[in-house]
C-alpha cells in the first residue's frame, strides 16, 4: 500500500513537472509570451507614469491577425483570431480592410499615432515655439538697449540713389505682407486655445479660426509667387564671396560703433536672411500645399525611401524606415515641418524687421521709395556703391539744391 503511494507521489511531479515546464521557457525568454504579446504589469505602469515603452512586441506578437487561430492548441479560440489579435492588427494597419469608397485613408480604422501626435501638436510644438519667438523679442530688446539704433555716422547728405527697381520692391512686398499675414493667422490658430479661448471666448476664437483659416489658404499663393520670383532675381546676387566671411567674423560691425565693413549689394548677414527664406519659404510652402490638398501630395515617404537608401536612418538610430507611411501619418509630417519651419522664419524675420525699420536709420527708405543715402550705401555697402559710381550704371542721383552745410 505504501509503495503504491510513494509511485503515485512521483508520477505526480513527473506530470507537473512537465505541464509547467513550456511556461517557464516562455516566461524566459520574453515575459510577454505566455500571454500572446498582452502588456505586463510594467508596461501599464510605465504607461500611466508618461514613460516611453517599447509596444515592438505587440507588432510582432505571435499569431497572424487575419488568419484563423487553431482551436486545438491550448486557449484556442472557436473559429477566428482573439480580439486582442484583431484590435492589434487594426491599430498597426496589418488587417485586411475593405471600405465601399476609395478615399486613401477609407481603410484606416485606427491611426496609431493619433495620440503621440496630437501630444506633439498641443505641447511640444506651441512650448518650444513660443520660447524661440520670446527669446528672440528679447535679444532684440537687449541688443536696442546696448547698441541703440544704428545712425548714419557720417550724417545724411540729401543725396540719394536707387537702390531697389519697382520690380525687386514689389518682390519683396509680395512676401513680406503676406508672411505677415501668414505667421499672424498661424499664430492664432496654434495658439488658439491657450490664448484667445480663455480672452474672448470659444464663440469669438470660432470666428477668427474660420476667418484665419480663409485668410491663410488664401495669401499662401501670393507669398509664394513672391517667393519665386525674389528667387530669380536675387539669387546670383547673394552668393557668398570673401568679403562676407570677413563681415561674419566681426559681426557686421553691428556691435561695435564707427565700424563700416566691405560689403557689396548684400552683407552677409542678407544673405543669409535670403537664404533662409528662400530655403525654409520653399519647404513651408510645399509641406503647406500638402496640407491644402490632402492626401494627394506625398512628400515624406519619398523621403524616408532616400534616407534608408543611404543608410542615413540607420546612421540616425531611426532602423529601416521604410516610406510606408499612412495618409495621416503623411498629414501630420507635413504639419509638424510647416509649423516648426514656420517658428524658425518667423524669428528670422523678426530680426530682419528691427533691422530694416527701426534699428537701422536709412535702411527703410529702401524699400519704400527704393532709394537711400549715398552716406548710408558708403558706410554699409561700399562696393556696391563703388561699381555703381564708377560704372554708371546706377539711375542720376537725387540731388538737392543746396548741401548740408549752407
Known sequence: MLSHRIIALILSLIMSAWAISPAMAQNTDDARAATGGAQTLEDIMARQNGLQIDDEFRRSATGTPNESTSTSGQLGTLGGVSDPEFWRALRYGSADITASTNGPAATVIIQDGGMRWLRVRGGVLPTYGGYLLVAMILMLLAFYVIRGKIMIEGGKTGITILRFSLLERIAHWAMAIPF????????????????????FGKEAFSVIAIAGKVVHNNVAWVFIAGLILSFLLWALKNIPNGADIRWLLKGGGLFTKGMHLDAGKFNAGEKIVFWIVIIFGGLISLTGLALLFPYQITVFAPVLDVLNSLGISQLLGMGDTG?????????????FWHVALSFIMIAVIIAHIYLGSVGMEGALESMKSGKVDVQWAKEHHN???????????NPAPDIPSSTPGE
Open 383 to 393: 562696393l556696391w556703391y563703388d561699381e555703381i559710381a564708377g560704372t554708371g550704371t
Open 323 to 335: 516610406g510606408a507611411l499612412s495618409p495621416q501619418e503623411e498629414m501630420q509630417y507635413a504639419q
Open 180 to 199: 505677415i499675414l501668414l505667421a499672424l493667422t498661424g499664430l492664432s490658430l496654434l495658439f488658439g486655445r491657450i490664448a484667445i479661448i480663455p480672452l
